[in-house]
């Protein structure tokens, strides 16, 4: 098994534990959903690492770690949804590309632009769904921690003509 067979099955292990740690954790109550994105960005960093520098995870990764600390910190402090946290919100989806970019440019970690790109607006997407209460995406970890598991099992399908990883370049 190529180095490259091997980063891409544990990210995918790692992405299918952190599915279950997430639909255990936030569905069980043992956290609040509020917590959902900071978890899933620490999931995909995790992933990442275990990807090493060859996977598109390190973005979506520090997109959502961004986003998921401001959610956090806005709901702890009790303020309500409004325009200063549609504001900041997106000011974290900037901060975690601007992290991103910087990894790759420091670091031998590749980001694209690609990757940052579609990060911030899958989501936009996910989020705006949610917001429109369109079922199953309002407030029910269970369909993001199903997708999060269907990327990791993709990732440890056996590789065919040296084909990449779905997050790999």
Request: with cysteine; net charge positive; charged share 15%.
């Given at each position: 098994?190529?180095?490259?067979?091997?980063?891409?099955?544990?990210?995918?292990?790692?992405?299918?534990?952190?599915?279950?740690?997430?639909?255990?954790?936030?569905?069980?109550?043992?956290?609040?959903?509020?917590?959902?994105?900071?978890l899933?960005?620490?999931?995909?960093?995790?992933?990442?690492?275990?990807?090493?520098?060859?996977?598109?995870?390190?973005?979506?990764?520090?997109?959502?770690?961004?986003?998921?600390?401001?959610?956090?910190?806005?709901?702890?402090?009790?303020?309500?949804?409004?325009?200063?946290?549609?504001?900041?919100?997106?000011?974290?989806?900037?901060?975690?590309?601007?992290?991103?970019?910087?990894?790759?440019?420091?670091?031998?970690?590749v980001?694209?632009?690609?990757?940052?790109?579609?990060?911030?607006?899958?989501?936009?997407?996910?989020?705006?769904?949610?917001?429109?209460?369109?079922?199953?995406?309002?407030?029910?970890?269970?369909?993001?921690?199903?997708?999060?598991?269907?990327?990791?099992?993709?990732?440890?399908?056996?590789?065919?003509?040296?084909?990449?990883s779905?997050?790999?370049?």
């Amino acid at each position: 098994m190529t180095d490259d067979a091997r980063s891409r099955r544990l990210s995918g292990a790692v992405l299918l534990g952190g599915a279950l740690l997430l639909a255990a954790v936030v569905e069980g109550g043992v956290l609040p959903y509020s917590s959902f994105p900071l978890l899933t960005g620490v999931v995909l960093l995790a992933a990442a690492a275990a990807g090493r520098r060859r996977t598109a995870l390190w973005a979506p990764g520090l997109v959502l770690l961004c986003v998921g600390a401001t959610v956090v910190a806005w709901f702890e402090a009790g303020r309500p949804l409004d325009f200063q946290f549609t504001a900041l919100v997106v000011l974290s989806c900037g901060l975690g590309g601007v992290l991103a970019a910087l990894l790759d440019r420091l670091t031998p970690v590749v980001v694209t632009p690609m990757s940052v790109s579609l990060a911030v607006l899958g989501f936009g997407a996910f989020a705006l769904a949610e917001q429109q209460r369109v079922g199953p995406f309002a407030s029910d970890v269970r369909l993001y921690a199903l997708l999060l598991a269907l990327w990791g099992a993709v990732e440890l399908r056996p590789a065919r003509d040296g084909s990449p990883s779905v997050g790999g370049r």
